[in-house]
C-alpha cells in the first residue's frame, strides 16, 4: 500500500486501522500488536503508535495488561449510556437540519431510504452501511461544527455496536424510523423531526437495555 508523505502517514495508518474496525474486518479483541502492525506495512514503529493510540481515544481500542491494544466493544450498559447520548445529539441534529435543509439534500436522503428498504434484510453489512450514511447526511444538513463532531466521535464505536450485537430490531423496521424522520424534514417541522429521531434511537436503546437483562 502506498502510504501519505512522512508528516501524513500516522493519520494514514489510523484511517486504514479505523476502516477495517469499522468493516468488522478487525473484530472486537483483535491485537493491534505495533510491532507486527508495522513490519506489516512497512512501516516504522512511531506513526503506528501514533494511530493505535487515536484509536484509544476514539474508544474504537483499549489497553489491555500484558496484551497492548485490542479493539474494544464496550459492554453493554456502557453502550447504553452512548445511546442515551446519541439520542439528544440525532434529535438536535434532526431539529437544525429541518429549518434549512435544501430540497437537493431531502433527495439524496430519499434515495439512500429508497436504496434501504430494497435491500435483502439478511444483509447486515449494507444495512449498517446505508444506515450510517443517512444519519450521516442529517448531520452534515445540521451544519453544527461542534454537533457534527461529538457525532463523529461516537459513530465508529456505534458501527462496531451494531456489527457486533446485530443492533438494528430489523431492516424494515429501521427504515420505517427513518421514513419518519425524512417526512418531517421533508415538512421543515423541528419538532416532529427531533421526536421522530429520538424516538428511533430510544428503540435501539431499548433493545440494548433488553439484551443487558437477558444477560444478567
Do not use: C
Not at 512501516?43 to 481500542?61: C, F, K, T
Request: charged share 25%; net charge negative.
Amino acid at each position: 500500500m502506498d502510504w501519505e508523505p512522512p508528516v501524513r502517514v500516522g493519520t494514514s495508518v489510523h484511517e486504514f486501522l479505523r476502516a477495517k474496525i469499522l468493516t468488522g474486518e478487525l473484530a472486537p479483541g483483535s491485537r493491534l500488536a505495533v510491532p507486527s502492525l508495522a513490519k506489516q506495512l512497512g512501516l516504522s514503529r512511531s506513526p503506528v503508535r501514533d494511530a493505535v493510540l487515536q484509536l484509544v481515544r476514539e474508544g474504537l481500542a483499549i489497553e489491555e495488561f500484558n496484551r497492548g491494544a485490542v479493539v474494544y466493544l464496550p459492554p453493554r450498559p456502557a453502550l447504553v449510556s452512548l445511546y442515551h447520548a446519541r439520542e439528544a445529539l440525532e434529535g438536535m441534529a434532526a431539529r437544525l437540519a429541518a429549518a434549512t435543509i435544501s430540497d437537493a439534500v431531502l433527495g439524496d436522503l430519499d434515495a439512500v431510504l429508497s436504496e434501504h428498504e430494497l435491500i435483502d434484510p439478511n444483509d447486515f453489512h449494507r444495512h449498517i452501511d446505508l444506515d450510517a450514511r443517512f444519519h450521516r447526511q442529517i448531520r452534515d444538513a445540521a451544519a453544527s461544527p461542534v454537533l457534527i463532531r461529538m457525532l463523529e466521535e461516537i459513530q465508529g464505536q456505534v458501527i462496531v455496536a451494531m456489527r457486533s450485537t446485530n443492533l438494528s430490531g430489523g431492516v424494515h423496521r429501521a427504515t420505517a424510523d427513518h421514513r419518519a424522520i425524512l417526512d418531517a424534514l421533508t415538512r421543515h417541522d423541528a419538532d416532529a423531526a427531533e421526536a421522530a429521531a429520538r424516538a428511533h434511537i430510544s428503540r435501539l436503546t431499548g433493545l440494548l437495555e433488553e439484551g443487558q437483562e437477558a444477560a444478567q
